[in-house]
């Protein structure tokens, strides 16, 4: 018995360890040998700087909004890329959302769609004077062209008109057609932008080869076993609700409660939802990164990433321990606001609660409003989604459009690894769904760590370096269509 148990532990070793040796790295293209495109980096700078000046604020209440920037933004696209304007047709949707189209030679062949927004998030009062260059100035200094939208994402939205103006001067012409799709409200959600271009395409029978929006980009020390940068691509996006939990209570003089009150049930709720979480999965895109990932490290992790099918919930189980990690295993639970009553010595008739969850591909958000059902038993709730996106659909990283971003990354970062991932939070990419297969998301910039928290935050800035990639990449990618 023990000699047939003995043979088994060894045979398995021996499948586990063969299978971790014999990952392959993935082959990497023949290198073009065409060079990268010339660049004139302080000119980009200027009109990014110039792009950044233009406060294209977004706020959910469009009666808030100074539509006078949004103008004035899309003027300077006409007067900054006479090429482009003179060879594409144009086309406002909403006023301030655009829609390029360049006619290629062969109309038999899919068009290409690069898709961005023109619209940055608020710069929060309290934290003006922390910004080391004044968010709207559009300052060069120190090689960066600092201020809000410059990572998210002007530059990417004019590096795709800049490679264009260069590409035309040369004489080029596409062998397919080439969209350029910009919203200017993707910042709460896209309806004027985003859903309503990608209406106009669904409504003309339009499909695109593949669409590029912003995502990933280039990051080092991401994950500390592995030495390499990382370029990750992504190919699909986790959903989002906002769900109002409500437990109605006795209201009156807190002088004589009741043994529970509202505030006490929704708290030992919220509690439960933090404690019964959702399962832990390995979604394929998740599974994708790690495998792509494992090819780079050492062979100990490789053998844990190159056997799901055995190792699985191990490394379930160590990925759940970080936020990061938890966040790519599962859907997360967030409690995010928390109400009762209006006065400290009165009872709360009823209590609410907001708890936001991030949805794994497979999940939905009528999924999350069970889940909160069940965890809450027969503790009586009011459960109501106020925002649901459901996840995106999973892109596959074999298409010969994923193959193209993934060349054109090779020549402009030598040396990366590309891998496909997970996008944690939302895009306009996900309205295109009805008008393409192949969606990713990759914005042509390396980051640091540290540059990761500029994003949306104080001191967004972006450096001469990525400036020029940025506009090389598109460049490459547009030349290569
Ligand atoms: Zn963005």
């Known amino acids: 018995m023990g000699t047939i148990i003995l043979v088994i532990l060894l045979g398995l070793a021996v499948i586990l360890c063969f299978r971790a040796a014999t990952v392959k790295k993935p082959a990497l293209p023949k290198a073009s040998g065409q060079a990268l495109a010339e660049i004139d980096v302080n000119k980009v700078a200027?009109?990014?700087?110039?792009?950044?000046?233009?406060?294209?604020?977004?706020?959910?209440?469009?009666?808030?909004?100074?539509?006078?920037?949004?103008?004035?933004?899309?003027?300077?696209l006409v007067e900054n890329y006479p090429?482009?304007?003179?060879?594409?047709?144009?086309?406002?949707?909403?006023?301030?959302?655009?829609i390029y189209h360049i006619r290629g030679r062969n109309?038999?062949?899919?068009p290409v769609l690069l898709i961005g927004h023109i619209d940055v998030v608020p710069v929060e009062k309290t934290t003006e004077d922390q910004w080391e260059q004044p968010a709207f100035d559009g300052v060069i200094a120190d090689g960066f062209v600092w201020g809000r939208g410059t990572m998210d994402m002007k530059l990417h939205q004019l590096s795709t008109?800049?490679?264009?103006?260069?590409?035309?001067?040369?004489?080029?012409?596409?062998?397919?057609?080439?969209?350029?799709?910009?919203?200017?409200?993707?910042?709460?959600?896209?309806?004027?932008?985003?859903?309503?271009?990608?209406?106009?395409?669904?409504?003309?029978g339009i499909e695109f080869d593949f669409i590029l929006d912003e995502g990933g980009g280039v990051t080092k020390g991401a994950f500390s076993l592995l030495t390499k940068p990382m370029a990750t691509v992504g190919i699909a996006e986790k959903g989002i609700t906002s769900i109002r939990i409500t437990v109605e209570g006795t209201g009156g003089h807190a002088s004589m409660p009741p043994r529970n009150t509202a505030v006490g049930l929704l708290s030992k709720l919220i509690a439960d939802l933090e404690r019964q979480q959702f399962t832990p999965r390995i979604c394929a895109p998740v599974k994708e990164q790690f495998e792509r990932m494992g090819a780079e490290l050492p062979f100990y992790f490789r053998l844990l990433t190159a056997n799901f099918w055995f190792f699985g919930p191990l490394f379930k189980r160590l990925m759940v321990k970080s936020p990061v990690g938890n966040a790519m295993m599962r859907t997360t639970t967030a409690a995010t606001m928390i109400e009762g009553s209006m006065a400290h010595n009165v009872l709360p008739p009823r209590a609410t609660a907001i708890v936001n969850f991030r949805l794994l591909p497979g999940e939905t958000v009528p999924d999350v409003v069970a889940?909160?059902?069940?965890?809450?038993?027969?503790?009586?709730?009011?459960?109501?989604?106020?925002?649901?996106?459901?996840?995106?659909?999973?892109?596959?990283s074999d298409s010969e459009g994923f193959k193209r971003i993934e060349n054109t990354i090779n020549e402009v970062f030598p040396g990366v690894l590309v891998s496909p991932y997970l996008v944690m939070g939302g895009t306009d990419a996900r309205r295109y769904e009805k008008v393409c297969q192949n969606i990713y998301r990759f914005s042509p910039m390396v980051m640091e760590q540290e540059d990761l928290g500029r994003i949306h935050n104080v001191n967004e800035r972006i450096s001469m370096e990525n400036i020029e990639r940025s506009v090389q990449f598109f460049h490459h990618l547009i030349s290569d269509l």
């Open 107 to 110: 109309s038999d062949l899919k």
């Open 46 to 76: 200027e009109r990014l700087s110039q792009a950044v000046q233009k406060k294209t604020i977004s706020h959910t209440d469009l009666s808030k909004i100074d539509w006078a920037p949004y103008q004035s933004y899309v003027d300077m």
């Open 83 to 98: 090429l482009v304007h003179g060879t594409a047709e144009r086309e406002l949707v909403n006023d301030y959302s655009m």
């Open 371 to 396: 889940h909160i059902k069940q965890v809450a038993g027969s503790q009586k709730v009011e459960v109501e989604s106020l925002i649901g996106d459901d996840p995106s659909l999973i892109s596959p």
């Open 161 to 204: 008109l800049e490679a264009l103006e260069l590409l035309l001067a040369e004489g080029f012409t596409p062998e397919r057609d080439i969209y350029l799709g910009f919203g200017h409200d993707e910042e709460t959600r896209g309806e004027l932008g985003a859903i309503a271009i990608a209406r106009i395409f669904e409504e003309r």
